[in-house]
């Protein structure tokens, strides 16, 4: 039977929202609930029918040798003890009956073994355990299995399994994972092993004792203590009854989560070894999702119904945009085709221009009549293309002798401002030093520049220059052709940005992140740093972008994109491999610095995504991997991490760090 967690699946409920007093507050909880239940619901009507087929299951026969079938036949009665004060495992309920997940555990135990358990009268620990010890009581529903009590009792495999964690105010920021609580007031419970670990682990606390793990909470509630250590079951249990809704948890006490020394399995009487294996194989027929919903019944989750009203409004509401998409897109296609035609317009007019610049030079050096009249019409043809050239002549000593008038409607300047002001136009780019050089010789290979218009924008501009000469073949300047390139520098460098950057969210892509990745693992590789890589992507993602638009999917991709970056250091690097997939690299950053950083991204990724009137939750897996731990390879280490998400997202979560099991499980799978 695989053990199940039964912590972890109460995360969710333990972490969501809570009402406030006011009615603002309320309202907007009231929200939350609404969009959460219509997620939850539609998500649960595809297995609507597999859950009723699961339910008409006939329960399984417990497989029993002959001889374990006499020993029962035999000891029809056994009597079992219950500890009445560990909720929701076992405990006195206000009616003064027993319940709890162990009792319906052995309830089921029971009707398979066709066996009556007589149960203890005193559910007190240590008189309980005193009657087991001295044999009159045969079976103990819940204790951990310890080396000193092995000569006592005969134990079963653990069947509850439970998780420690750090519980504080919901506006307590300062506590976030276990060091966190050196210096601070912990709340303990009397009696139980794990109390001597944790003084023990963390010498400088100060313990705060109290009788049980609720009076725990309450002290932590009226900040009588500044946290508490229990169990993650009954910390949800006990904040849903007695609605301490102001406490949070932190995080796990554990860096794994679990913590074997805290397990629950039955204990027999050490002289009935038959009943430990028989108990033993009947356990093995309870199934994962018969334990499921047996620990569903102490830590209830929402099952509301489907709004197929809002589904269709959704529905109507895609369409509409699909269709305004479809609209938006025979728009850009023909304005691309304008375009087109621009550019081959363009093209056709610089081909023009070269021809007259070619012309141009023979005639200057004949200079004569017809040399005016040639001039003439190219300086008409330059002047009808006034948003885009200027012509310009200048002496062989760098001096402006003409400009024509379209400088205006590129620069703003008047031809006089110009020709004085020239100098001081020009921006301080490296490339605008060797201007000086191309005015003072014979240069006709086109350079550019960058200069301010009279509104202080930056212009590129293109300069090609042709000497010109008098009858006698000696230099007397040059006449030149000014293009204004500035629409194309920039979509050049519009370009340049979009090879290594992503267009939706500005993040990093693919190809700037493996040039990175490369890089800062050589560097670590000099010196001996850890690396961390994160591999994430977001939970019910899919949901949104199909149901609400892809519109709304884009949003909660750049809002996802600005949360990741705001957790992050400016040395660490975070990018967009695609879809909903986000890489993350941490320099200097070992598993245990990791660790808190994808808590906190976790955390910022489930709060509320809103969008004018829309809002919902969404969450995220992250898988991690560390250089060199993991390995020294940076296409490894992504494979690896990413086969860590993969766990993460299976298993629910949130984080995982990768270890070789999961490859071996990732392989047999």
Request: net charge negative; aromatic share 10%; charged share 25%.
């Amino acid at each position: 039977m695989p053990v199940l967690n039964q912590d972890r699946e109460c995360l969710t409920s333990v972490l969501s929202p809570t009402l406030k007093t006011d009615l603002s507050q309320a309202m907007h909880y009231l929200v939350s609930l609404f969009f959460f239940i219509f997620f939850v619901n539609v998500a649960a009507a595809d297995d609507f029918d597999a859950k009723v087929s699961s339910q008409n299951k006939v329960d399984p026969v417990v497989q029993l040798t002959v001889k374990e079938r006499a020993w029962l036949a035999n000891h029809k009665k056994i009597r079992i003890a219950f500890d009445g004060s560990l909720p929701p495992y076992s405990f006195i309920n206000d009616s003064g009956q027993l319940e709890g997940i162990a009792i319906e555990v052995m309830n089921t135990l029971s009707k398979r073994l066709g066996i009556t358990f007589e149960t203890y009268p005193n559910t007190s620990w240590n008189k309980l355990y005193e009657a087991a010890a001295a044999h009159k009581v045969d079976v103990v529903a819940t204790m951990v299995n310890r080396p000193d009590r092995r000569q006592l009792f005969i134990f079963t495999q653990p069947y509850l399994i439970k998780s420690l964690v750090i519980m504080t105010k919901r506006d307590n920021t300062t506590i976030k994972n276990q060091s966190d609580l050196v210096g601070k007031t912990v709340t303990m419970v009397k009696g139980y092993q794990f109390v001597d670990r944790v003084i023990k682990e963390l010498p400088s606390v100060t313990p705060y004792f109290v009788v049980s793990m609720l009076d725990g909470l309450k002290a932590v509630s009226t900040e009588k203590a500044d946290a508490a250590i229990t169990f993650m079951a009954t910390a949800s249990y006990l904040q849903t009854k007695y609605l301490l809704t102001d406490l949070k948890i932190a995080a796990f006490y554990d860096l794994n989560s679990a913590n074997e020394s805290i397990n629950e399995s039955i204990a027999v009487r050490n002289d009935w070894p038959v009943l430990a294996d028989i108990l033993r194989k009947a356990l093995v027929t309870i199934s994962e999702e018969e334990m499921q919903n047996i620990h569903a019944k102490w830590v209830p989750s929402i099952k509301p119904s489907i709004d197929y009203e809002l589904i269709r409004k959704m529905v109507a509401a895609f369409v509409i945009v699909l269709v305004l998409l479809l609209l938006w897109i025979a728009r850009v296609r023909r304005q691309n085709k304008k375009i087109e035609r621009s550019k081959t317009e363009v093209q056709t007019t610089n081909k023009i221009l070269q021809a007259l610049k070619s012309d141009l030079e023979h005639l200057v050096v004949k200079r004569t009549a017809e040399l005016h009249s040639s001039e003439h019409k190219f300086r008409s043809l330059v002047e009808n293309l006034r948003n885009e050239y200027f012509f310009y002549q200048r002496d062989c000593k760098g001096i402006f002798t003409y400009i024509s008038p379209s400088i205006t409607n590129i620069l703003g300047y008047t031809v006089d401002e110009f020709m004085i002001h020239y100098h001081e136009y020009l921006t301080d780019n490296p490339i605008n030093l060797k201007i000086d050089e191309y005015s003072q010789s014979i240069h006709s290979s086109p350079y550019q520049l960058e200069i301010y218009n009279a509104q202080k924008n930056i212009h590129w501009l293109e300069v090609t220059d042709t000497p010109v000469y008098d009858e006698y073949n000696k230099y007397i300047g040059v006449d030149g052709i000014v293009h204004d390139i500035t629409l194309r520098k920039q979509a050049d460098d519009r370009l340049i940005w979009l090879s290594y950057y992503d267009e939706l969210t500005g993040l990093a892509n693919r190809r700037l992140f493996a040039d990175q990745l490369q890089q800062i693992i050589s560097m670590a590789h000099r010196t001996n740093d850890s690396v961390s890589l994160f591999y994430m992507d977001l939970d019910r993602f899919k949901f949104v972008n199909d149901t609400m638009g892809h519109a709304i999917g884009d949003e909660v991709l750049k809002e996802t994109a600005r949360r990741i970056s705001s957790t992050l250091r400016d040395s660490d690097i975070a990018a967009r491999l695609g879809g909903d997939e986000f890489a993350l690299l941490l320099p200097e950053t070992d598993a245990a610095g990791a660790a808190p950083v994808a808590e906190k991204i976790l955390k910022k990724l489930r709060e509320p995504y809103i969008f004018d009137e829309l809002e919902f939750t969404l969450g995220g897996s992250i898988g991690i991997a560390v250089y060199p731990q993991n390995t020294s390879s940076g296409e490894t280490l992504v494979h690896f991490a990413d086969t860590a998400m993969y766990h993460a997202k299976q298993g629910k979560h949130g984080v995982s760090f990768y270890s070789e099991s999961m490859q071996q499980k990732k392989t047999i799978g």
